[in-house]
């Protein structure tokens, strides 16, 4: 079998699957392991596929961003759920960096009975009635509608003289060989700082359709990332890959209405 035949036939499958692995390909091509790791390399240097232990998931790039009363009504149920468990990693007397987006504001939205500053560029968080106990910093700077936040210069000046204990990030798309990823530029910027000036863990929160997606705007490196907090439907060789550079997964369990 030609080269290029076996590889349309590992892109046909991932079209179907989304993940596979070496062990499956194998008798549909009747050649070497070692030939299969050598296409699955090639097909991954053209920006195809995402190697994983034991095989590949497919890579979605994402070329347009979603506005984000569209991200709010997609997988609110996951959504929620990665909200209360994501508040399970938190302590009294935080100082959190949560950056814009759907998800973080289904966190922020079960923080009532907690002592901590919120730091954020996300006006949205600013309009939830929270306990005494909780106070809220707002990034000043450009307001960005599609997104529903605040961008620019002087939210990283802002950002610049703060230090937090923990972050909280969305993100468009994640990727153990690409990192955290965002289809806008100015978001990107803000996100990236936030993780700078994070003096202890970076919390990742991204439901399962995020894993393997791409943007074109890279926020920072997988390692990075102390925690994801994400749901079910996850690859299993993404998942276990992702566990054995050190990150701590949380699947976060929820009963679809």
Not at 37 to 47: P, V
Not at 51 to 80: P, S, W, Y
Request: no cysteine.
């Amino acid at each position: 079998m030609l080269q290029s035949q076996r590889q349309q036939i590992i892109l046909k499958l991932l079209d179907q699957k989304e993940s596979v692995a070496i062990s499956e390909l194998l008798p549909l091509m009747d050649v070497t392991e070692m030939t299969v790791r050598r296409d699955l390399i090639q097909l991954e240097e053209k920006g195809l596929l995402e190697r994983t232990r034991g095989g590949a998931t497919k890579i979605q790039r994402i070329d347009t961003e979603n506005l984000f009363n569209q991200k709010n009504i997609k997988n609110k149920d996951e959504k929620a759920a990665i909200g209360r468990s994501t508040v399970e990693l938190l302590d009294e007397n935080d100082t959190v960096f949560i950056n814009s987006g759907t998800t973080v504001l289904q966190v922020a939205l079960q923080l009532k009975n907690l002592s901590m500053k919120l730091v954020t560029n996300n006006p949205k968080l600013t309009m939830i009635e929270y306990g005494e106990k909780i106070s809220v910093v707002i990034l000043g700077g450009e307001f960005r509608k599609e997104s529903q936040s605040i961008i620019g210069d002087s939210a990283m000046n802002m950002l610049s003289q703060m230090h937090a204990t923990k972050s909280i990030i969305g993100v468009d798309g994640i990727s153990i060989k690409h990192g955290l990823t965002n289809s806008a530029y100015g978001e990107t910027t803000i996100n990236r700082k936030m993780i700078e000036q994070t003096r202890g863990k970076v919390i990742v929160v991204a439901d399962h359709t995020k894993i393997g997606k791409v943007g074109p705007f890279v926020i920072s490196p997988i390692d990075k990332v102390d925690i994801l907090v994400t749901t079910e439907g996850i690859p299993e060789a993404y998942l276990e890959q992702l566990r054995s550079i050190g990150i701590h997964v949380v699947i976060a369990r929820f009963e679809p209405r």
